[in-house]
């Protein structure tokens, strides 16, 4: 299937702990976003990529970091985890400004 | 700092009727507008996408309509079916920038 795929689909983790998550796209976009949408089901941007570069930045702690191995894929790396980071995460990706395509979500629970 | 508006916040209408879904920006210099349905648990699926340039789309039962200079977008749905009850979320980009902002979406029913 073409689309935009995120692993893990669930993450429960406890305060304090390091994670990852994945996420591949197989439509030859160059562009790659992660989003987080909170618990009043607000989307906001977190990073954007394109041709592996990061050209959004929002105003994130550093304790998230992104990581873009290829066009293909834009990973996001969580540091030291607190309870606020719990949150729905979707990665998304575009051909530049085009339509944006969303994954699943991976649904992060800190305890 | 562009901020995107979504009323109602909550719909809820019967099986077959027409409505309405609106989206209000504050900043109208936009590189295009996209609407997108988000189901309980999923992901956002894209439905329409209005360049700026643009006055609306269409898509099978759904329109949407693009003011840029008033900051307006609606989204008209026709004869609306229980499988359309979802979150509409819209989010606009700014030119230069992929960035999208969103609202915070009407969540839909429609019931049987």
């Known amino acids: 299937d073409t689309a935009v795929s995120q692993t893990p689909k669930y993450l429960v983790t406890q305060m304090g702990n390091d994670k990852s998550i994945k996420c591949e796209q197989n439509?030859?976009?160059?562009?790659m976003y992660w989003y987080k949408q909170d618990s009043k089901k607000f989307l906001k941007i977190m990073f954007s990529?394109?041709?592996?570069?990061?050209?959004i930045n929002e105003t994130v702690p550093n304790r998230f970091s992104p990581k873009s191995p290829d066009k293909a894929h834009l990973n996001l790396h969580i540091n030291s985890l607190e309870l606020g980071d719990s949150a729905v995460y979707f990665c998304?990706?575009?051909?530049?400004?085009?339509?944006?395509?969303f994954g699943p979500g991976t649904r992060l629970t800190v305890l | 700092k562009q901020e995107v508006t979504q009323i109602p916040a909550a719909l809820s209408v019967p099986e077959g009727e027409n409505l309405v879904l609106n989206c209000s920006f504050t900043?109208?210099?936009?590189?295009?507008l996209q609407w997108f349905r988000q189901d309980p648990g999923k992901g956002l699926t894209s439905l329409l996408l209005i360049q700026s340039s643009q006055r609306e789309q269409t898509s099978g039962r759904l329109n949407a309509s693009l003011d840029k200079s008033s900051g307006r977008s609606t989204l008209y749905i026709a004869a609306s079916q229980p499988g359309d009850s979802a979150t509409y979320l819209c989010?606009?980009?700014?030119?230069?920038?992929?960035?999208?902002?969103f609202g915070k979406g009407t969540k839909l029913t429609v019931n049987p």
């Open positions: 900043d109208s210099a936009i590189y295009n």
């Open positions: 439509l030859g976009h160059d562009t």
């Open positions: 998304a990706s575009s051909h530049r400004v085009d339509t944006q395509y």
């Open positions: 989010a606009v980009s700014k030119g230069g920038s992929e960035k999208l902002v």
């Open positions: 990529y394109n041709n592996k570069e990061l050209i």
